[in-house]
């Protein structure tokens, strides 16, 4: 294999490693707020507290939507933070 071959396919696999790790921080963001609805929810369900229950149930949906947009954030940040480690090192070595 060429050199520049070489460089390349590991260039592409370090930005799939960056993505990839990229994805897993945003999901889990958010799928840890969903997670901690959940045990909200089942907290709040013990008797004589059933009016809090369904409210966790109802501001729990909404929490996970609104928590897709800083897990997207994470996300593109793991995932440049990642790739430019990465590259950097790839190349001195």
Known sequence: MSPSHNSAL???GVILYGLV???AA????VLGSFFLIFFAIRIFRYPGSEHAGELAAASGLRSVYLTVIP???AGVIVCLK???????NARTS
């Open 10 to 12: 590991s260039t592409a």
């Open 21 to 23: 790790a990229g994805f």
């Open 26 to 29: 945003a999901v889990a963001v």
């Open 71 to 73: 897990g997207l954030i």
């Open 82 to 88: 990642v790739c430019t480690r990465r590259l950097r």
